[in-house]
T-cell receptor
Framework: GAVVSQHPSRVICKSGTSVKIECRSL??????MFWYRQFPKKSLMLMAT?????????EQGVEKDKFLINHASLTLSTLTVTSAHPEDSSFYIC?????????????FGPGTRLTVL | KQEVTQIPAALSVPEGENLVLNCSFT??????LQWFRQDPGKGLTSLLL?????REQTSGRLNASLDKSSGRSTLYIAASQPGDSATYLC???????????FGKGTKLTVNP
């Protein structure tokens, strides 16, 4: 149980385009999902917390207009990187919290490798 | 601000060896500490979770200890196998926010 998927697993795009990444909880309803970013040899950094039916809460320093998060259903959250630039190239990982469990009990997706040319 | 440090950054050992990975954190007011495994280009798999009131947790060949007062945790892997090769991440959650703060990880290579 508690499986989280991400799509796509890899994406390459041109600078200036927008890219959408999907995060799905496959066998449970996730009221809260999290988006992380991981640079090579760096820590996972929390970007934002996504709650179903409400606006996402962004961490300090993360541009909400650039990283659009939509949590439209209890099983799906999307991250859209708008007007992507090479510096946005990174590994993006989502996680989901199962209802009734603490926030630090998160189930992680397999990640999405974004490369912006 | 909580900071989590893991040393060494990389470790290479021969198969069968016992090894210890280290994690330290600056703010001892944590709720719990977790060890995760990350395979290349993949997501995270939770290995062990230690509550702040606990001293250690064991799962198979893995044993994690926690010394909250000194801000340290260790992950002990017994009889290492090539399949243990991965990056091991340590993360703490604060009592108030419950957010996870991660270290940079230790990349482990177990050579056959």
């Amino acid at each position: 149980g508690a499986v989280v998927s991400q799509h796509p697993s890899r994406v390459i795009c041109k600078s200036g385009t927008s890219v959408k990444i999907e995060c799905r909880s496959l066998d449970f309803q996730a009221t809260t999902m999290f988006w992380y970013r991981q640079f090579p040899k760096k820590s996972l950094m929390l970007m934002a917390t996504s709650n179903e039916g409400s606006k996402a809460t962004y961490e300090q320093g993360v541009e909400k207009d650039k990283f659009l998060i939509n949590h439209a259903s209890l099983t799906l959250s999307t991250l859209t990187v708008t007007s992507a630039h090479p510096e946005d190239s990174s590994f993006y990982i989502c996680s989901a919290q199962s209802p009734g469990e603490r926030t630090d009990t998160q189930y992680f997706g397999p990640g999405t490798r974004l490369t912006v040319l | 601000k909580q900071e989590v440090t893991q040393i060494p950054a990389a470790l290479s050992v021969p198969e069968g060896e016992n090894l210890v990975l280290n994690c330290s954190f600056t703010d001892s007011a944590i709720y719990n500490l977790q060890w995760f495994r990350q395979d290349p280009g993949k997501g995270l798999t939770s290995l062990l979770l230690i509550q702040s009131s606990q001293r250690e947790q064991t799962s198979g060949r893995l044993n994690a200890s926690l010394d909250k007062s000194s801000g340290r945790s260790t992950l002990y892997i017994a009889a290492s196998q090539p399949g243990d090769s991965a990056t091991y991440l340590c993360a703490v959650s604060q009592g108030g926010s419950e957010k996870l703060v991660f270290g940079k990880g230790t990349k482990l290579t177990v050579n056959p």
